[in-house]
């Protein structure tokens, strides 16, 4: 792929400017190009490769002075950006999911959560939680359309005994570009706000750590028309799966029966 390195410098007189990689000064070569169009220096890298990876820096100098700037170049994603809403559907769990920028698949996803205090604006360890739930125990993830499919194991973070570490592997058949991933966080208390954190790693190394973002709980109870709804998303989930019983790999033509069965008897339940 090519990549474009682009300077803005204004100066009167009009500056020279001049390309550094790390500590080396540039030529033009055939691979390597440097153009220039009033205050606008472009320095393009036809077919980037992986020694053309490192630290750019853009020097202008007239009469009166010097400046530069610098930019690094490198094949790792770009930071996550979430897309779930703030507010979740569920007393005890969440659906989070993000995107990522790369040109490289992804391999894998770090997600970090913790619960926020009601008190104050420190987040405290979430010592309610069980180790059943969370300590190195399956948590299933689920795929839409564009999505990653993975099989998470949750582990606490050396120094950050407040924190929740998720590690995610990415689907094989992930695609260069923007890439997106869901996961349901489980376990979790009513009514009650979450910082979330995530970052992705393709063959280049890790992406920056993303911004945080703040999601919260539901403290009612989910209604049965929050359960037929729930049922009726586009989803590879079954019903069984929502109360918590059975494998996640169900398919929906496989949990169908049983889950009409379930809903027949939550109905004449209610009846």
């Known amino acids: 792929m090519e990549a474009q390195l682009v300077c803005i410098v204004h100066g009167e ?36 490769h992986r020694l053309d990876f490192g630290n750019y820096t853009c020097v202008a100098d007239n009469q009166l002075g010097k400046t530069r700037k610098s930019i690094q170049l490198t094949g790792a994603p770009k930071a996550a950006t979430f897309k779930s809403s703030s507010t979740g559907n569920y007393r005890e769990s969440y659906n989070i999911s993000w995107e990522v920028e790369s040109h490289s698949p992804i ?14 604006n420190h987040p405290q360890p979430l010592h309610v939680q069980s180790q059943r739930k969370f300590g190195l125990t399956e948590n299933r993830t689920y795929s839409a359309v564009g999505y990653s499919i993975g099989m998470g194991y949750t582990r606490s973070s050396k120094g950050y005994s407040d924190w929740r570490n998720v590690i995610l592997p990415a689907s094989r058949a ?10 349901v966080i489980r376990g979790l208390e009513p009514g009650q706000q979450y910082e979330a954190k995530v970052q992705a790693r393709n063959k280049f190394g890790w992406s920056p750590i993303s911004k945080s973002f703040i999601f919260q709980t539901t403290d009612r109870d989910m ?49």
């Open 13 to 48: 007189n009009q500056p020279e400017v001049l390309w550094y990689r790390d500590t080396m000064q540039l030529d033009t070569t055939e691979q390597r190009i440097m153009e220039s169009r009033g205050s606008r220096h472009t320095l393009v890298i036809r077919k980037v």
């Open 107 to 120: 391999e894998e996803y770090q997600l970090l959560f913790r619960r926020i205090s009601d008190d104050s």
């Open 174 to 183: 992930a695609n260069r570009g923007v890439q997106s991933m869901s996961y």
């Open 223 to 271: 209604a049965f028309s929050d359960i037929t709804r729930y049922y009726e998303k586009d989803e590879p989930s079954t019903l069984d799966d929502f109360f918590g019983v059975g494998p996640a790999g169900h398919s929906n033509c496989i949990g169908r029966p049983l889950s009409l069965l379930i809903l027949s008897w939550i109905f004449s339940s209610f009846s």
